[in-house]
Structure formats: structure tokens, C-alpha cells
């Protein structure tokens, strides 16, 4: 059973590594969304919902906290593209993805 958890949670923090190398590297994917077209717009939000899962997986010494740790430098560049955005596209981004800032700052 033990060994099951161990590779559960291997296969686990996998995915977290995955998932945050690809979006990290399609960052421009989440700052194209637009008023005007839904292109990407569904899709976006689920990959960050997706990292978010990761980001808020409860404790469990070195493994779990290292999963959350994965995530934090996409976090930080997020939220850093957001700011860099123009004032009208900034409003327009923080209130489309504004559930997934406000998960990040409980």
C-alpha cells in the first residue's frame, strides 16, 4: 500500500512538472484572450484551474509541498505578464481570470 502512495505521488508531482513546463512556455496563450474572440478562452482557463489543483494539493513533507513549490515561478510570471499588460487588456484579463488570482492570494 505504502509503495502505491509513494508512486502515486511520484507520478503526481510528474504531472505538476509537466503541466507547468508546457504553460510556462505558452505564457502568451493566457495574455492573447480577448473581448472581442473566445478563441482559447475556455481552454485557458481550464489549464489554469488544471495548475491551480496542483498548486493548492495539501502538505504532505517533501511531496505534496514540492508539487505546490512547482507551480510558484509560473505564478510569478502570470501574475508579472498581467501587470505588463496594457491598462485596458490588464482590467480585461483581471476580471476574466479573476477567480483564479483571488484562489492564489487565499
Known sequence: QLLNTERDMDVCCSLCYLATDIMDNNMSLFMNISEESAVNSEESMDALQLLLSFTVLPGNYPVDEKCSDITLPFWENFMDRLASEESNHYEFLIDFYGGIV?????
Open 102 to 106: 483571488t484562489s492564489l492570494i487565499e
